[in-house]
């Protein structure tokens, strides 16, 4: 897709803050009729600029109100042991991110669990079983200051 002119921007921070709007009322807030707003957005699915709708939950009232930062290093960092690693994060529904990291550590996890008990059997059970993990090392923030999904435009 080419560069995202005002009006593209404008429906792209509307949907950020609210996902399902309907067309017509998010036409009405970036200023074009509901025909123009539709195919915009639809370009701006079509091309990967929105890559998909989600719903944001309350992890505390599904009972994964704890979140924690794992700190992982491999024994190596060749092809096949990162992507042993990666594949089994994927399989993982308690790592809710993942990333490779340049410095001091390899990896860098978001882990969400009920509390520090089931963590520390998730980071036994599964984490340090992982083939070519090293160590791990848990950080535990004390109070979260922002959280969002909303991209800068």
Same mark, same amino acid.
């Given at each position: 897709?080419?560069?995202?002119?005002?009006?593209?921007?404008?429906i792209l921070r509307v949907l950020q803050e609210d996902g399902r709007i309907q067309? @017509?009322?998010?036409a009405k807030k970036v200023g074009l009729s509901p025909s123009p707003c539709l195919r915009r957005v639809r370009m701006l699915e079509d091309s990967g600029v929105i890559e998909r709708y989600v719903a944001l939950l309350d992890a505390s009232k599904i009972g994964v109100g704890m979140t924690v930062f794992a700190r992982v290093w491999l024994k190596a960092q060749d092809a096949q042991t990162v992507q042993?690693?990666?594949?089994?994060?994927?399989?993982?529904?308690?790592? @809710?991110?993942?990333?490779l990291m340049a410095g001091d550590c390899d990896f860098l996890l978001r882990v969400v669990?009920?509390?520090l008990q089931a963590y520390r059997q998730f980071q036994i059970d599964h984490l340090t079983k992982i083939k070519g993990v090293q160590s791990v090392k848990t950080e535990i923030p004390m109070q979260?200051?922002?959280?969002?999904?909303e991209l800068p435009l």
């Open positions: 897709m080419s560069e995202l002119d005002r009006i593209d921007r404008r067309n @017509v009322d998010l042993t690693f990666t594949e089994e994060v994927q399989r993982l529904p308690q790592i @809710v991110e993942c990333h669990t009920a509390d979260k200051i922002k959280l969002t999904s």
